[in-house]
């Protein structure tokens, strides 16, 4: 099993996102990255937080710099 970051950037961000019980909106905080293995079979994941509330885990590629939000 390789487990070998490709690239220094990461291919994704990892975001814990929460539903507002006040609202039709969610709550979105970035808690990690991950980058594909160099065999292109899978992702290594680091997580700087852990959503112990029961969050959906969402993964995303970034945005490019300079596009629109």
């Not at 006040?22 to 079979?41: E, L, T, V, Y």
């Amino acid at each position: 099993m390789t487990t070998t970051e490709t690239s220094k950037r990461p291919s994704h961000s990892l975001y814990a996102v929460t539903k507002r019980e006040d609202s039709d909106k969610s709550f979105w905080i970035r808690i990690g990255a991950c980058w594909p293995n160099s065999d292109g079979k899978g992702f290594s994941i680091k997580l700087d937080l852990l959503p112990l509330n029961g969050a959906d885990i969402v993964m995303r590629e970034p945005k490019e710099e300079g596009a629109p939000q």
